[in-house]
């Protein structure tokens, strides 16, 4: 069975950073890339980047392009997520999820389910 | 990047009713369209994927259609489980994008 598990909420002050974990199981985790997508309260979804762990290679949306650090660690099948100069505009929950071939590798079959961040001070 | 837009934003329906839902994307992504649904507190749901295909595992109830610019997904008989806010994403290029989500409600 196939589980993306993510570490648990967090509560940061405006301009500090956070760093999120999501642990694979159930697939070689060397196979497919690991996406984040975040949700802010009462509004869409919005894709922040992928890492593929097989090579550590990254690619960010612009929006996040200078505070955002994805990485993977092959000993522990974890991806994480780290983003600083937090705002409360961060103010989200935070998905990792990836796309398998269940699909055309492109969709998102798999999902973590979610880290709520709080930026608050 | 990519745009969508998804109309309509809101919708209220029965139980028994089909439902369609239109995604439009700023330019051509060929049937690189893939459709979610999500419930609160919930991840996203992957029911469709390249516009058309049903994801393994999602009801017959749920379709897909279109290519270029203009998609639809339509439900065919509502069910309690459908109740949902459902959300197009273009897989076309970098970055990805999602439509603004369409809130289906119960009437």
């Known amino acids: 069975e196939v589980q993306l598990v993510q570490s648990g909420a967090e509560v940061r002050k405006p301009g500090s950073a956070v760093k999120i974990s999501c642990k694979v199981s159930?697939?070689?985790?060397?196979?497919?890339?690991i996406h984040w997508v975040r949700q802010a309260p009462g509004i869409g979804l919005e894709w922040m980047g992928l890492?593929?762990?097989?090579?550590?290679?990254?690619l960010y949306a612009e929006h996040f392009q200078d505070r955002l650090t994805l990485t993977a660690d092959t000993s522990t099948d974890t991806a994480y997520m780290e983003m600083s100069s937090l705002t409360s505009d961060d103010t989200a929950v935070y998905f990792c999820?990836?796309?398998?071939?269940?699909?055309?590798?492109?969709?998102?079959?798999?999902w973590g389910r979610g880290t709520l961040v709080t930026v608050s001070s | 990047d990519i745009q969508l837009t998804q109309s309509p934003s809101f919708l209220s329906a029965s139980v028994g009713d089909r439902v369609t839902i239109t995604c439009r994307a700023s330019?051509?992504?060929?049937?690189?369209l893939a459709w979610y649904h999500q419930k609160p507190g919930k991840a996203p749901k992957l029911l469709i994927y390249?516009?058309?295909t049903l994801q393994s595992g999602v009801p017959s109830r749920f379709s897909g259609s279109g290519s270029g610019t203009e998609f639809t997904l339509t439900i065919s008989s509502l069910q309690p489980e459908d109740f949902a806010t459902y959300y197009c994403?273009?897989?076309?290029?970098?970055?990805?994008?999602f439509g603004q989500g369409t809130k289906v409600d119960i009437k």
């Open positions: 999820t990836t796309a398998t071939v269940t699909t055309s590798l492109r969709e998102f079959d798999y």
């Open positions: 159930g697939f070689t985790f060397t196979d497919y890339y």
């Open positions: 890492v593929d762990p097989d090579d550590g290679e990254t």
């Open positions: 330019q051509g992504i060929r049937n690189n």
């Open positions: 390249a516009a058309s």
């Open positions: 994403q273009q897989v076309n290029s970098f970055p990805r994008t």
